[in-house]
């Protein structure tokens, strides 16, 4: 079973950029959709993106398209958020998630495992 760790998360200002890293605990095989999602207290759990294993090819939800980049490091296992233009609404916690089955679509019950969450707080 593929564990997930997420790091990176803290409180930063407004316009501010953060990183967000999740390491799996085995090698992530090609078939797999890694994906980041966010909640945010009180509201249902929110597509953020993800990235296809084996060709790097990306989605985005509407709300992070062209602020947030998902992007792997295969020999790390490692999958990663950078945020850009960070906004008060960004204030959520974040989860990392593996999908081994390739399907996506961002949907939430497709993805199998499941990192703890990292929180990230954007103050204005």
């Known amino acids: 079973q593929v564990q997930l760790v997420e790091s990176g998360g803290g409180l930063v200002q407004a316009g501010d950029s953060l990183t967000l890293s999740c390491a799996a605990s085995e090698r992530i095989l090609s078939d797999y959709i890694m994906a980041w999602f966010r909640q945010a207290p009180g509201k249902d759990r929110e597509f953020v993106g993800d990235i296809r294993w084996n060709s790097g090819g990306t989605i985005y939800g509407d709300s992070v398209k062209g602020r947030f980049t998902i992007s792997r490091d295969s020999a790390k296992n490692t999958v990663y958020l950078q945020m850009n233009s960070l906004k008060p609404e960004d204030t959520a916690v974040y989860y990392c998630?593996?999908?081994?089955?390739?399907?996506?679509?961002?949907?939430?019950?497709?993805?199998?495992?499941w990192g703890q969450g990292t929180q990230v707080t954007v103050s204005s």
């Open positions: 998630a593996a999908d081994p089955k390739g399907y996506g679509l961002g949907d939430e019950l497709w993805y199998d495992y």
